[in-house]
């Protein structure tokens, strides 16, 4: 849905900020652990990727994989900035059967929710895991907060919240693939996954949640055009992050991130 600007991928550093504690939690309860190798599904610009590398440490590796190429150079690009070397990037889908398989663990968010048919990728990405490998996933549960998402009610969150669960679920994701997540895993053959449903509360002027939602918005302006749904444009998008600050400072209030659920498996022996 999003294209892979430079301005894009500092969006998705603002989110790396954001969802960082319970994507690091789920890998070290899912598993994780130092001197694996571990395949990272769908790694985009590679924030998962670096957090599993710092779990793995150097006696560990992690291969992030993404069918764009773009997404790939520019996770690349980062590894070399940050002088990060056990960590590699590759432009593959993860569901394909890869060369160097036999990792130990399997690792993902926000990617499930883009398959049409998630236990069928899941289960095919399965045959790079060995038997007893973990499987970690994070997964957007968005739907969740459509009916309760701020306190005091904020009119400003709830337009873009309800506009962008319109924009995301009518490109065809699934809105609610986080309590999903344990259908996902028992259907691609995985034991009966451990599930946590956490969200990011955030308020006070200097979250920078602000940001973050107003850059998701401005990234998904065209695939609005494309559907045909109306509510914000690059003028209104502008304003979005002061307005949603003014307004929460103002109520003394707080806005509820995007909920996810991480769930973790083993792949039967």
Request: hydrophobic share 45%; proline share 4%.
């Given at each position: 849905?999003?294209?892979?600007?430079?301005?894009?991928?500092?969006?998705?550093?603002?989110?790396?900020?954001?969802?960082?504690?319970?994507?690091?939690?789920?890998?070290?309860?899912?598993?994780?652990?130092?001197?694996?190798?571990?395949?990272?599904?769908?790694?985009?610009?590679?924030?998962?990727?670096?957090?599993?590398?710092?779990?793995?440490?150097?006696?560990?590796?992690?291969?992030?994989?993404?069918?764009?190429?773009?997404?790939?150079?520019?996770?690349?690009?980062?590894?070399?900035?940050?002088?990060?070397?056990?960590?590699?990037?590759r432009n593959a889908r993860f569901a394909d059967v890869l060369e160097y398989a036999g990792f130990d663990a399997l690792v993902g968010r926000f990617v499930l929710m883009h398959?049409?048919?998630?236990?069928?990728?899941?289960?095919?990405?399965?045959?790079?895991?060995?038997?007893?490998?973990?499987?970690?996933?994070?997964?957007?549960?968005?739907?969740?907060?459509?009916?309760?998402?701020?306190?005091?009610?904020?009119?400003?969150?709830?337009?873009?919240?309800?506009?962008?669960?319109?924009?995301?679920?009518?490109?065809?994701?699934?809105?609610?693939?986080?309590?999903?997540?344990?259908?996902?895993?028992?259907?691609?053959?995985?034991?009966?996954?451990?599930?946590h449903l956490e969200a990011r509360v955030e308020g006070g002027s200097d979250s920078a949640m602000y940001a973050y939602v107003a850059e998701s918005v401005r990234s998904l302006?065209?695939?609005?055009?494309?559907?045909?749904?109306?509510?914000?444009?690059?003028?209104?998008?502008?304003?979005?992050?002061?307005?949603?600050?003014?307004?929460?400072?103002?109520?003394?209030?707080?806005?509820?991130?995007?909920?996810?659920?991480?769930?973790?498996?083993?792949?039967?022996?």
């Open positions: 849905m999003l294209e892979r600007t430079a301005r894009e991928l500092d969006r998705l550093d603002l989110q790396g900020v954001l969802y960082r504690e319970v994507t690091w939690r789920a890998l070290v309860e899912g598993g994780i652990e130092a001197g694996m190798r571990v395949l990272d599904a769908g790694c985009g610009s590679g924030d998962v990727s670096f957090l599993a590398g710092e779990v793995v440490g150097r006696g560990g590796t992690v291969v992030g994989v993404d069918r764009e190429a773009g997404a790939v150079e520019a996770a690349g690009e980062r590894a070399r900035r940050r002088g990060v070397t056990n960590v590699t990037f398959q049409s048919d998630p236990s069928a990728v899941l289960s095919a990405a399965l045959h790079n895991i060995r038997p007893g490998g973990a499987v970690v996933f994070v997964e957007s549960s968005m739907a969740s907060i459509l009916s309760h998402h701020s306190l005091p009610h904020s009119p400003a969150y709830d337009a873009v919240v309800r506009w962008m669960c319109a924009v995301v679920g009518g490109s065809g994701a699934d809105l609610e693939a986080g309590l999903r997540l344990r259908r996902t895993f028992l259907g691609a053959g995985l034991r009966e996954p451990v599930l302006l065209p695939r609005a055009r494309a559907l045909g749904i109306e509510g914000f444009d690059e003028t209104t998008v502008g304003t979005l992050a002061e307005r949603l600050r003014e307004e929460v400072v103002r109520s003394d209030g707080v806005l509820v991130n995007w909920p996810v659920v991480a769930g973790w498996a083993r792949r039967p022996a």
